[in-house]
């Protein structure tokens, strides 16, 4: 038996700590490690952007700024596949995640999804005067005191509570599709959508009640992967996925105020 | 008549005086609220929370582990290269 066969049958070494579970997958000593201090930089960053692609889409209205959103909007979804990836029920990963991505398309993300969320923040304004910054600080204010229960512990994401907030939230994404559908169809919406009665305002309730739910997965992830002494792109990653989330929770507490002011 | 128009504009001053109120306190919670995130965002979470064997295993999910490892077994492999082979 040649040395090299030798190596590949018995492994490089028989020292169980070096062998052990606990030690593979950490980052070699040369590879720059993530921090929680780089991924809050990094949120500010991307929050920095989407705040200013709001602003611009904010002031200069028109058709073109309409065409730039939507098209915001799409290479928002598209880098977020291009990250995130897309799993589907009994089919899996049909994209697998790819977090070394984020570097390059969390600043996209930020700035398509700034786009889209300015034009829809101005029409909700003009309906509503002073209903953005009721829905911003809102959403600040859900975001804080979530972060506030996982520091401390009082909120624990566990296995089951991954699946629970993973299938209402595909249910949540899937009654979206479904009503796009109908709306192409019918020209209606879906009357959990559209109604302002009690129904609707339940339902409203519920959606923003899981995305901020999701809230607490996405500091789970920023956590654990400082932890684990994750490469520098995952700061990149756990602050995508943070905005992410929160920008979908500033999405639907704006439509909750919408609904409670339209009565 | 005119007692009744007026009473209306004053109903509604008064009542855009409340609305701007509560846009004003609520844009005063909600920079404390972005102020206290990113200040706690900085530190690492409770004991109570990391300390734990339910936790979520994402590396499971999201493979920056495996990016990393298979690195290291490229250095290994070559590492195990022997001239006499």
């Known amino acids: 038996m040649s040395r090299h066969q030798a190596l590949n049958s018995f492994g490089r070494s028989g020292n169980p700590i070096i062998r052990s579970a606990a030690f593979q997958g950490t980052v070699s000593t040369n590879e720059e490690r993530m921090s929680l201090e780089g991924a809050v930089n990094k949120t500010g960053i991307l929050l920095f952007l989407t705040v200013m692609a709001a602003a611009v889409s904010w002031n200069f209205q028109g058709p073109l700024m309409s065409i730039i959103s939507s098209l915001g909007m799409f290479v928002a979804f598209i880098s977020g596949i291009m990250t995130f990836g897309f799993y589907f029920f009994f089919v899996g990963w049909i994209v697998e995640p790819r977090p070394h991505n984020a570097p390059k398309t969390a600043p996209i993300y930020a700035v398509g999804m700034g786009f889209f969320i300015g034009l829809l923040s101005q029409q909700a304004e003009n309906l509503y005067p002073g209903i953005v910054i009721q829905a911003v600080s809102l959403t600040f204010f859900v975001a804080a005191s979530l972060l506030l229960a996982y520091k401390t512990g009082l909120i624990k994401p566990t296995q089951n509570f991954l699946l629970m907030i993973f299938a209402a939230t595909m249910g949540i994404f899937l009654t979206y599709i479904a009503n796009l559908v109908y709306f192409a169809f019918t020209g209606n919406y879906f009357f959990v959508l559209s109604d302002t009665g009690p129904v609707g305002i339940l339902f409203s309730l519920f959606v923003v009640g899981i995305a901020a739910l999701n809230l607490v997965l996405d500091f789970d992830i920023i956590e654990q ?39 | ?72 077994s490229e250095k290994e492999s070559q590492d195990a290269t022997f001239k006499n082979d």
């Open chain 2, 1 to 72: 008549m005119a007692l009744y128009r007026d009473t209306e504009i004053i109903d509604e001053i008064k009542r855009q005086i409340a609305v701007s109120y509560l846009t004003i306190f609520t844009g005063l919670l909600g920079l404390f609220s972005a102020f206290i995130f990113f200040y706690l965002l900085r530190f690492k979470a409770s004991t109570k929370q990391t300390d734990r064997d339910n936790r979520i295993k994402w590396s499971k999910f999201i493979p920056y582990r495996n990016e990393t490892s298979k690195g290291d």
């Open chain 1, 225 to 263: 992967a400082d932890e684990q002494g994750a490469p520098k792109y995952m700061e990149w990653f756990g602050a995508m996925a943070l905005m992410a989330t929160l920008i979908w929770l500033y999405i639907e507490i704006l439509r909750l105020l919408m609904k409670l002011r339209g009565r």
